[in-house]
């Protein structure tokens, strides 16, 4: 679906596409590691099958989990999370800015 998206907002097919389609499920992946590697240790009690369902619903249910398990201690580590969120996306933005600045004639 990203793939197919990243083709329909005007990018290059191929590599670069497949590029992105990889880079996103591996933020997913990670974030979705990182909970259930971290219930495993904590021995906190979670529903069966929690580490898929934050893997598709990460950006509510791993703030959520951060906050029910460490207060409001976690509060700094969503902060963190949305801090490099915010700076990934200004990256993209400048980036494709200039993309699109070198293109027109």
Known sequence: ???????????????????????????NASIALWVSADVARRGASVPYDFDSFVFVTWPITAPAYLLR?????????????LLFLIISVLFEFAFASRELLHQQP
């Open 1 to 27: 679906m990203t793939s197919i998206l990243y083709g329909f907002a005007g990018e290059p097919g191929g590599p670069p596409a497949i590029a992105a389609l990889v880079a996103s499920y591996l933020f």
């Open 69 to 81: 398990t460490r207060g409001t201690r976690g509060c700094g580590v969503i902060m963190l999370v």
